[in-house]
Structures are given as C-alpha cells and as structure tokens.
C-alpha cells in the first residue's frame, strides 16, 4: 500500500492498494452514518450490502447519472435518513459517480464528508483525485459543480479485473498523458508485457497530485493536466460523446504533439511514441477531415480560449509542458492534416 499526500481546501491521502471492500467498512467505523452511492450495476458487479449503518444509493451508469434529477434523489435520501454533518458519503464507481457523490456531499449540508473509491482507470488516475465535482446540465456537460476535495482516495487495482477492455483502454490514455508531461518512466511501463497496474496507478496520481497540490483551483499549472484536452473535448462534443473521454484525449494528445513540434521543437520521435503508445491499447490517433471546419468552432468554446484566441498545452520534451499561445487558425487546420483520415 503507498500513499500520497494532495494540498488543497483540504489536505487529503490517496491511498494505492487498499482492500476496496474492507474500506468501505474502516469508513462505517469512524461514522455514525454512511450513505454510498454507486451504479446499480456495479453494486450488483461487486455484491455490496446494506449494514448497520451503511445505507446504499443505487445510481444509473455512466453519464446518466450526473443529473439533477439524481442529485435531488440524493438529497432526498440524505433527508429520510437523517445524514448530518458527522456522517459521510462515499463514491463507489467512475469517475461519473465519484463526479456526483463528491457534488452530493459539497451541497448536502453546505458540505460533509466524503470518500472516493474509484473502480474505474481513468476514476483512479484522474477524476477522483483534485477535488473537482459535478454533474452535467441542460446548459451542457459538467458546467454545474464545486472543488471539494474528499477526505480520502481509496484505491483498489484489483477492480480493474472486471473493466471493460474499452474503459481500460480510455483510462491508460490518461495514464499515457502524465508520462508525456511529467514521468517518462510511466512511457515505459506501459510498453511492460505483464501491466503492474498498482505502479502505474501511483506514478499517473503522483503526476496529477503534485500538480493540483501547486495550483487547486485551476489558475494556470493545473492547465498541463488538459495536455490533448483542448482538441479532446471539441472531438469528444463533435463525437456526440460516442467516443469516450480518453479516446477523445488520446487524437488530441497526438495533434498537440504534432503542434508543439512545429512550436515547441518537440522531436518527431516523441510525436510518433504518441501514436504508438496509444496504439497499442488500441486507442485510436486520427479524425475524419471533415470534421474539421466543427471542430474548429467547437475549439473557440474552449475555456482556455482568451480573446477569441486558441491555447493549447504542449510539450517542449518530454516531462517539459509548454503553453503555447495565440495558435492561428491557418496553423492548426495544417496541422489538423496530420491526425486526418
Ligand atoms: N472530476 C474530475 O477531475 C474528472 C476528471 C476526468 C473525468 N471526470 C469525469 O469522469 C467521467 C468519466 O470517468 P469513467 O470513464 O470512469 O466513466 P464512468 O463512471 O461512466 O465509468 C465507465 C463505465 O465503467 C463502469 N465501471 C466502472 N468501474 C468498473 C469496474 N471495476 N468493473 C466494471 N465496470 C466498471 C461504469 O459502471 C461505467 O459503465 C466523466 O463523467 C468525466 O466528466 C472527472
């Protein structure tokens, strides 16, 4: 078991290569009581049980839970059993349902504790680490939310066994992304025949803490988190969200690296170890040509567009994020020929 220490409102440990299950009871031991929330799949999936003082909340899956109507269930249950301020919430799921259990309890009560036990890759390496909460809206996608850190990351590899090899593959692009930015060492171990996902896992969230532990609240630091994020999120929308959140990251991932060799002098070695890292998880590196006049507009919603003018997060070597600024609208249509198809 190692653990890492994040600062923020709060500091908080995530803690690699606990027993999931067993944490859920450590937890009803330190409260009164505790309300977990988890798709109902997966509470099926890992045969969770009421107790004493545990009270579940079965969700929807995926994104279908970051809802208000959700939200107002929960609520509602925090009500009928009298959650109060020495009780806890805990996120048992995704990063959809860490996303939602973390918004439930920074709103129940103006905020009460909570723990994130995150079952899925990219849960573990990114959404459930930095405190950022929230569901989606009418007025789109994870526009309604709050930073509210967790009292606790659990993390249990072992639930990795049941993900999909999809949502394992999605997950690995973020895992692949704190390489580029920050550990290289994560770039070879994830070309290891036999993954040690435990390792990987606590090199990708080291990379994430010690940066959201810099910069919380997103002022400018935490912006290399968004490396293949800016192009990721107008491909993830153009998508209609068929494809998953890391796939989207992953073709982004290759633009900004094809863009940071044109501004940054990143070496053509490195821009082609994106394309085939992601490939070997069968992520895919290329987007229809015809997309991109929608793509196009969709980067100008970016919220690190200031100005009407693009930025994008790249990098100069590997480890070494840049930003780079002011991006023409000429430059990026050439490079958009690159990731093409
Ligand atoms: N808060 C943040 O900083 C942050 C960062 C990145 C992503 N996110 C959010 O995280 C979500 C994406 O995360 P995700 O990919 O985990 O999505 P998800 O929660 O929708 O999970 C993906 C699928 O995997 C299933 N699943 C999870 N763990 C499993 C397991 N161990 N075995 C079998 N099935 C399992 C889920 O039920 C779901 O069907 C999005 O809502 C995104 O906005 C938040």
Do not use: H, I, P, Y
């Given at each position: 078991m190692r653990s890492i220490n994040v600062k923020s409102d709060r500091n908080y440990q995530v803690v690699v290569g606990v027993n999931g299950l067993e944490s859920i009871k450590e937890i009803c031991k330190d409260h009164n009581k505790v309300l977990l929330v988890a798709p109902s799949s997966l509470i099926r999936l890992f045969k969770l049980k009421e107790g004493k003082n545990l009270t579940l909340f079965p969700t929807p899956d995926g994104?279908?839970?970051?809802?208000v109507a959700t939200l107002d269930r929960i609520w509602k249950k925090c009500a009928a059993i009298g959650l109060s301020r020495q009780d806890a919430i805990v996120g048992f799921g995704g990063g959809a349902t860490t996303d939602l259990a973390g918004f439930a309890a920074a709103t129940w009560l103006r905020g009460i504790t909570w723990y994130a036990i995150p079952t899925s890759l990219a849960g573990m390496v990114?959404?459930?680490?930095?405190g950022k909460t929230g569901i989606n809206s009418s007025a789109g996608k994870n526009l309604i939310g709050s930073f509210f850190s967790p009292a606790k990351v659990l993390i249990d590899p072992?639930?990795?066994?049941?993900?999909s090899k999809r949502d394992l593959s999605a997950g690995m692009a973020e895992v692949i992304k704190c390489g580029f930015i920050s550990d290289y060492r994560i770039l070879n171990l994830v070309q290891?025949?036999?993954?040690?996902y435990s390792q990987l896992i606590y090199r990708a969230t080291k990379v994430k803490s010690k940066v959201v532990s810099k910069d919380f609240k997103e002022s400018?630091?935490?912006?290399?988190?968004n490396y293949g994020h800016t192009l990721g999120h107008a491909i993830e929308k153009d998508s209609k969200y068929r494809l998953r959140h890391g796939e989207a990251v992953g073709i982004g991932m290759v633009f900004a690296a094809e863009l940071s060799h044109e501004?940054?002098?990143?070496?053509e070695d490195a821009v082609q170890l994106h394309r085939e890292l992601l490939q070997n998880y069968n992520l895919p590196v290329s987007y229809p040509r015809g997309r991109w006049k929608n793509l196009s507009t969709l980067l100008?919603?970016?919220?690190?567009?200031k100005q009407s003018k693009v930025r994008f997060i790249g990098i100069s070597k590997i480890g070494k994020p840049v930003w780079l600024e002011d991006v023409s609208s000429s430059l990026l249509a050439k490079v958009y020929e690159r990731i093409a198809k």
């Open positions: 994104e279908n839970q970051k809802t990114d959404a459930s680490v930095g072992t639930f990795l066994k049941k993900l290891d025949d036999e993954l040690d400018k630091l935490r912006e290399v988190l501004l940054a002098g990143l070496s100008l919603m970016d919220k690190k567009v």
